[in-house]
């Protein structure tokens, strides 16, 4: 069974930056594909970013040029640099990973199958 695990959510005022990053385990398949995605208090899920397998990346508009996703395959581990926060940013992140050898990256939450329990990020104005 896959599982994932995020870790580096916290309370950070505006401009600030934070690191998370998701480990996972358990995970027999090498060629995978992975995306971060985050939820605020009364509002859908959205895709932040998205890495392939072959390592193209995804942003969603309101990131760009502020955080990077990145993938650490030897530590089976994916990071969300995210730098020159904004309140707006505040939501609980995720990460989720499903199989693929694609060279694309997945945006839909739903392409996905394996997710984890999330970590709180608070940006405070």
């Known amino acids: 069974q896959v599982q994932l695990v ?6 950070v005022q505006a401009g600030g930056s934070l690191r998370l990053s998701c480990a996972a385990s358990g995970r027999t398949f090498s060629d ?9 208090p009364g509002k859908e ?13 995804y942003y969603t508009d309101p990131v760009k040029g502020r955080f990077t996703i990145s993938s650490d395959n030897a530590k ?5 640099q995210m730098n020159s926060l904004k309140p ?3 939501a609980v992140y995720y990460c989720a990973t499903k199989r ?4 694309w990256y997945y945006v839909q939450p739903s392409s996905y ?4 329990q999330g970590t709180q990020v608070t940006v405070s104005s």
Do not use: H, K
Not at 6 to 11: I, P, T
């Open 32 to 40: 995978y594909a992975m995306g971060w995605f985050r939820q605020a």
């Open 45 to 57: 899920r959205e895709t932040v970013a998205a890495i392939s397998w072959s390592g193209r990346t």
């Open 100 to 103: 693929s050898s694609s060279r």
């Open 88 to 90: 707006e940013d505040t």
């Open 6 to 11: 995020e870790s580096g959510g916290g309370l």
């Open 113 to 116: 199958d394996y997710w984890g």
């Open 76 to 80: 089976n581990t994916v990071y969300l």
